[in-house]
């Protein structure tokens, strides 16, 4: 092969890994990671893009060029020459793959083995899925609609189900593990940095299962630990706000004065003043007593009524008074 075309063939190489790699940084591909867990699936992520990256180039390189240089002209009817097979070539070709996949088994395993290390005082959560909630139970054996979980800590997750095959996820913390009916699955996690995640049902389970969200709170030690001394009391805040967190809102609808709270699948409860203008239903307060209640009599133009009709029978009364002055109070 001449000098010229190993050039060609590394140009076009160079320029495919350039466009591709731009690609894969700067686009946010997955979110930032918030556990120790988290950080290394990344990194395995990343291993694996490296490498694809580097066979992706190479592979249009030699495209690229076979195209432009052995294209037969359009007055050229003449067979090609007799080539058959190239040994070294083949060998090349089968042990370079065989390397790389072999090294992105030895690193998986490597992390799915660290992944699963518990430490030895872990601290114990379990999960308990249903159609269509997530129930988080502590050691001091209190029960939530969300998790609280403790920085820089070993939490092991006991996750099971009651009904039908569920699976927890959260982006940020990367794992996912299946949560089946009679049987204990676990999952290991670390967290790394505060703040407000989403978790989310990734098993179709049901008509409501786009609607089986809960969130989790990573808030420092210390603070986690007055939480679950205090018999794991609701984060400080309007009383209508753990109303809100515990019966999963935030999951569906967007509210900026409650963390987390960024669903899209219903209406935007910052803009309520105006919907319910819109609606005309009689003032702010009945309207959105009778939304909850009955999410059926006055449907938001634009969506589709997929909200839960049990609110009026889960939330206690006292609660949805407080859940309502709330919402009435946070809308803008
Ligand atoms: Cu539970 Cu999908």
């Given at each position: 092969m001449r000098r010229g075309s190993i050039f060609q063939l590394l140009g076009i190489a160079a320029i495919a890994a350039v466009i591709t790699s731009l690609v894969a940084v700067l686009?946010?591909?997955?979110?930032?990671?918030?556990?120790k867990e988290a950080g290394r699936i990344h990194f395995v992520y990343w291993f694996t893009t490296v490498i694809c990256i580097a066979v992706f180039a190479v592979v249009v390189a030699v495209m690229t060029y076979s195209v432009l240089k052995f294209r037969a002209r359009p007055d050229d009817d003449s067979d090609g020459p007799p080539i058959h097979g190239h040994t070294k070539l083949e060998i090349v070709w089968t042990a370079i793959p065989a390397v790389l996949v072999t090294a992105i088994s030895i690193v998986s395993a490597i992390v799915l083995a660290q992944n699963s290390r518990t430490g030895s005082h872990p601290l114990v959560v379990k999960v308990n899925a249903v159609q269509f909630a997530w129930k988080f139970t502590y050691p001091n054996g209190k029960s939530y609609g969300y998790m609280t979980l403790p920085k820089g800590r070993h939490v092991k997750l006991d996750i099971t189900a009651n009904d039908v095959i569920h699976s927890f996820w959260s982006p940020e913390l990367s794992q996912k593990q299946d949560a089946v009916p009679g049987q204990h699955t676990y999952l290991v996690i670390t967290p790394t940095r505060t703040g407000t995640f989403p978790v989310i049902c990734t098993?179709?389970?049901?008509?409501g299962h786009a609607l089986m969200r809960s969130h989790v709170t990573i808030i420092p030690a210390p603070k986690f630990d007055s939480w679950l001394k205090s018999g794991?009391?609701?984060?400080?805040?309007?009383?209508g706000l753990a109303v809100f967190e515990q019966s999963g809102c935030g999951g569906c609808h967007t509210l900026?004065?409650?963390?987390?709270?960024?669903?899209?699948?219903?209406?935007?409860?910052?803009?309520l003043k105006q919907a319910a203008a819109k609606a005309n239903r009689g003032p702010l307060a009945a309207f959105i007593k009778e939304s909850i209640?009955?999410?059926?009599?006055y449907i938001a133009p634009g969506?589709?009524?997929?909200?839960?009709?049990?609110f009026g029978t889960s939330i206690p009364p006292d609660k949805l008074t407080q859940l309502v002055q709330y919402l009435e109070q946070s809308a803008k």
């Open positions: 686009v946010p591909w997955l979110p930032i990671p918030a556990s098993e179709l389970c049901g008509l794991g009391q609701a984060p400080a805040g309007p009383p900026t004065a409650a963390p987390g709270a960024n669903g899209k699948v219903g209406p935007d409860l910052d803009n209640v009955k999410p059926d009599a969506y589709q009524n997929q909200m839960p009709t049990s």
